[in-house]
């Protein structure tokens, strides 16, 4: 029996596959990707589909195709799908090296935590399908582990790897791993770049905190220490993309594919030394030290715009969103400091930027149309010429320093941010309540950490329960007392998340 069938990977959803966050890649570079609310993806390796069964309850117009050898995993998948009701996701038990190259007609192929766990020619499989059915002006998403961060890393999955060498229990292997690994750490001197290392790595093991024992298993039998994980380099990635006629279009995470960060002096080296730019992508993975690869791909005659348009024209039709809201800081100098939860911060002295980014810190976590965020801007702050490359240029300037401080979307996802009578999350996230897992999922498909009040509440949030009913469902639901005011502000809460859509 697969192991992956005796022991499921994780019930992860992964924001960065959402193929919104891939179509903005799309349209910023000039492919006009189909729309994430009318579109068709395929996940390879999908393992029991929540990722896309999470997509598809919110994107009732698209189709999802979802792919896994492991029959287990795809059975329990389906029990998921029909659980949360959604009929546009179809999960296969299938591997992929039977399928045909041309499996059909795709927008989006996504192949998460796939290609560095599968032997040779899985990959090379994987990566013929993508090409003969990636829609013309379609998107893949191919993650990997990558060198050269992965060769510190490879140190310590060797060591594990030897130490549990003649252990077959899953659980007492990954117990073993992680004693072994702590035995190590403790033994070595606080100065030594090792020892920082290892230090740091059996924190990560010990400190997965809540983490449930059962997806702690899973996630270190099924990564670190998987039969097959194997890094590569972007280069030689990109080099088996190329042979399939095939080209990189970016990292998902688009900053990750500019220099975002790196002095100018760095940067004059760095484009004298670069013969391509792809040459380039490896060079910043050097720089960056980089040990994981979430890369995009589109077909090699695909039109694309290599040079990033900070015009007005690139956000026309795109919304805007920001989890950055407004702070008294002195080091602003007589401008406004906006600040993200998870510390990035922006700094502008200039009306009409100050007004644009109070605006979206006064609609989060919903978003606004750029046209729309424009005219708020503009009615604010006054008509000033050029007000729309101006804002553009910022926006696009703060979305490549990290999207805590802008996101940009295609649609627009129906979140709303007030509690309403009778408060609704998504079937998805209800399900998720129950299940001994880390994380649900909110309306823009991110983590976020399941809490013991939220296991309590979300069960209840179906748009039938009011106030009263929710507050006597918790109060059932939890061993310790919960007040009205508590109920009140876990709701709030919800909603600042975008965990709610009615
Ligand atoms: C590391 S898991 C990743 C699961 C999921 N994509 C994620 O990232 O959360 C790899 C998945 O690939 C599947 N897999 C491995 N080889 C495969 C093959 N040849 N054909 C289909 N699925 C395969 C495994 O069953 C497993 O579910």
């Known amino acids: ?70 029959q287990g995993q795809i059975e329990a998948g389906k029990a998921i799908a029909s659980r949360v009701g959604v009929t546009n996701v179809e999960l296969q038990a299938a591997d992929v090296l039977d399928l045909p190259d041309a499996f059909g007609r795709f927008d989006y192929i996504i192949a998460h935590g796939f290609y560095s766990w599968v032997p040779n020619p899985v990959r090379q499989k994987a990566m013929r399908l ?42 007492e292997k990954v117990l073993a791993a992680r ?77 990750g594919s500019t220099p975002v960060g790196m002095s100018e002096d760095v940067l004059n080296v760095l484009n004298a030394i670069a013969t391509s730019r792809l040459d380039m992508e490896q060079y910043m993975d050097f720089m960056r030290n980089r040990l994981f690869r979430k890369a995009l791909l589109c077909h090699a005659d695909a039109p694309v715009s290599r040079t990033l348009s900070a015009g007005a024209a ?7 969103g920001s989890a950055a809201g407004p702070q008294d800081d002195e080091a602003a100098l007589g401008g406004v400091n906006f600040v993200a939860p998870d510390g990035l911060a922006y700094s502008t002295d200039q009306p009409l930027l100050q007004s644009a980014f109070q605006h979206l810190a006064a609609v989060r976590p919903d978003v606004v149309l750029f046209e729309d965020l424009l ?25 490549l320093h990290g999207r805590s ?10 979140i709303v941010t007030s509690v309403s009578e009778r408060p609704r999350t998504t079937a998805f996230a209800r399900f998720t309540a129950g299940v001994d897992i880390d994380d649900t999922t909110n309306v823009r498909h991110e983590r976020i950490t399941l809490t013991t009040e939220m296991r309590a509440l979300l069960p209840f949030l179906d748009g039938e329960h009011d106030f009263t009913a929710i507050l006597e469902g918790a109060k059932s639901a939890l061993v310790e007392p919960v007040t009205e005011v508590e109920v009140r502000h876990e709701l709030q809460w919800l909603a600042r998340t975008a965990m709610l859509l009615g």
């Open 130 to 171: 993508i090409k003969h059915s990636l829609a013309p002006r379609g998107i893949a998403f191919v993650s990997f582990n990558a060198y050269p961060g992965w060769h510190q890393f490879g140190a310590l999955r060797e060591m594990m790897l030897y130490r549990t060498r003649d252990i077959a229990d899953p659980a």
């Open 179 to 255: 004693a072994f690994v702590a035995m190590v750490a403790e033994t070595q001197s606080d100065d030594d770049p090792f020892g920082l290392l290892v230090r740091e790595y059996s924190s990560s093991l010990h400190g997965r905190g809540p983490m449930p024992e059962a997806q702690f298993v899973s996630t270190l039998i099924h990564d670190e220490l998987a039969e097959i994980n194997q890094p590569f380099y972007i280069s030689q990635f990109i080099e088996h993309v190329n042979s399939e006629g095939l080209d990189f279009l970016a990292e998902a995470d688009l900053e």
């Open 1 to 70: 029996m697969e192991l992956y069938d005796r022991i499921h990977y994780p019930l992860l959803t992964h924001s960065y596959t959402h193929p919104d966050r891939l179509a903005v890649v799309g349209r910023l570079m000039g492919l006009m990707p189909a729309d994430a609310a009318s579109c068709s993806v395929l996940e390879l390796g999908c393992g029991s589909g929540v990722n896309i069964i999470a997509m598809a309850e919110l994107l009732p117009g698209s189709r999802f195709v979802g792919i896994d050898y492991s």
């Open 375 to 399: 005219a708020h801007a503009t009615a604010a702050a006054g008509p000033s010429e050029g007000a729309a490359d101006a804002l553009a240029a910022a926006l696009l300037r703060n979305y």
């Open 405 to 414: 401080l802008v996101h940009f979307h295609t649609f627009r996802p129906p």
């Open 314 to 320: 690139a956000l026309s039709g795109l919304y805007v």
